[in-house]
């Protein structure tokens, strides 16, 4: 794969934060693949899950200031299978942008970043984060990129609740919309998986209320979240399978119980890898913003009926995808997504994608996603 290069947008201005708090300025690391037409109206704005990265697509061995945390397995684009020439996300045709998430770990401002008034990481007083805020900021991107209206918006997961936050704040920006195994609003089962994940960093000896950058972090408590969401973007079958192929520690002992189930030892060993990439407060705000999530909240309107019908008079077009073995986002939370679009006569088709892969099909099997995205963007 070519090699890509990771930019950076700082906005110097103070960042009011919608659940309180402020942020006097911010940087948003970012990458771009194709190239930009003249009138700018070629752009595709990507939006990433939970724990990934701007990084999509190409071959990054390195960003500046993350040291270890951008360990090996982040060096190739996680959709090298969908973006590039004659993909899905075409860049013969397309200029596709996707951001680290702001609060994120792989350079834009987050918890590790130093607070320019204190010299300190921000640590317990980064802000709470909502996906208004994200976007919001994400817009002045593309104003600094000189992009108007967007060909497309395109989010898998957690990336999906953005792309609908983005299309209903800034519905004539946006002309298409592709959202992939994600939802409107955040079920009671999700909000409960997610606060068990804040509980376990929380608990952690180390922890120290989220202020533990100059002492040992919090990687127990960040292993043991990272494997109670595991279990949910794999399907269970695989977890099994994937448990019997791959080499894993087959004497792992905690205080006291020693680990012989090679499935736990699975899990254990995925959860010890995840924490060295990724830091323990990021996970916290990017969760606790995924629990919170309300579709009509973030784009401030009183009812889906309302927000969506800014779609309808922006002439938007949804693309929706469900997975059938989906864990993690359940095909009713896209059948109720669809509900309110349609109710609304917002112009959408549903896909359902028949997989044994579970939440991660997305990553895994793009012939089963380029063809509707295909046909969707030429339109």
């Known amino acids: 794969m070519p090699e890509t290069q990771t930019h950076f947008f700082h906005h110097a201005e103070a960042i009011p934060m919608r659940q309180g708090g402020e942020l006097p300025s911010a940087t948003l690391a970012y990458e771009m693949w194709g190239e930009l037409n003249a009138d700018g109206s070629n752009a595709i704005l990507l939006f990433h899950a939970l724990s990934g990265s701007h990084h999509a697509c190409g071959h990054n061995p390195e960003i500046p200031g993350l040291g270890d945390l951008w360990q090996p397995e982040m060096h190739e684009g996680w959709w090298n299978d969908l973006i590039g020439p004659g993909k899905a996300l075409d860049t013969r045709r397309f200029f596709i942008i996707c951001a680290n998430y702001l609060g994120g770990c792989y350079g834009s401002t987050g918890p590790a970043s130093i607070n320019p008034t204190t010299g300190q990481p921000y640590g317990s007083t980064f802000p709470h984060v909502t996906a208004a805020d994200q976007v919001e900021l994400q817009a002045k991107l593309l104003d600094h990129l000189g992009i108007g209206k967007l060909a497309g918006i395109v989010g898998p997961s957690v990336g999906g609740l953005m792309a609908l936050t983005f299309a209903t704040r800034f519905p004539d920006r946006v002309k298409n919309v592709i959202a992939i195994a994600s939802g409107y609003k955040t079920t009671v089962l999700n909000r409960l998986i997610l606060f068990e994940q804040i509980l376990a960093i929380e608990n952690d000896p180390f922890f120290n209320g989220g202020n533990y950058y100059e002492g040992r972090a919090p990687l127990y408590g960040l292993a043991l979240a990272r494997m109670i969401s595991h279990k949910t973007f794999v399907h269970l079958d695989a977890i099994e399978s994937r448990a019997r192929r791959d080499v894993v520690q087959s004497d792992d002992v905690l205080a006291w119980y020693r680990v012989r189930d090679q499935v736990q030892s699975y899990m254990l060993h995925q959860g010890k890898k995840f924490t060295r990439r990724f830091d323990a407060n990021t996970y916290l705000r990017i969760n606790d913003m995924w629990s919170r999530f309300d579709g009509a909240?973030?784009?401030?309107?009183?009812?889906?009926?309302?927000?969506?019908?800014?779609?309808?008079?922006?002439?938007?077009?949804?693309?929706?995808?469900?997975?059938?073995?989906?864990?993690?986002?359940?095909?009713?939370?896209?059948?109720?997504?669809?509900?309110?679009?349609?109710?609304?006569?917002?112009?959408?088709?549903?896909?359902?994608?028949?997989?044994?892969?579970?939440?991660?099909?997305?990553?895994?099997?793009?012939?089963?996603?380029?063809?509707?995205?295909?046909?969707?963007l030429g339109q």
């Open 297 to 376: 909240v973030e784009g401030d309107a009183d009812s889906p009926e309302e927000l969506f019908a800014r779609c309808r008079e922006a002439g938007q077009k949804w693309l929706v995808f469900s997975i059938d073995s989906d864990f993690c986002f359940y095909p009713e939370e896209q059948a109720d997504l669809v509900k309110h679009l349609e109710k609304s006569k917002v112009d959408c088709m549903h896909i359902t994608v028949h997989s044994d892969k579970g939440h991660d099909s997305f990553l895994l099997e793009p012939d089963y996603y380029t063809p509707h995205i295909f046909w969707m």
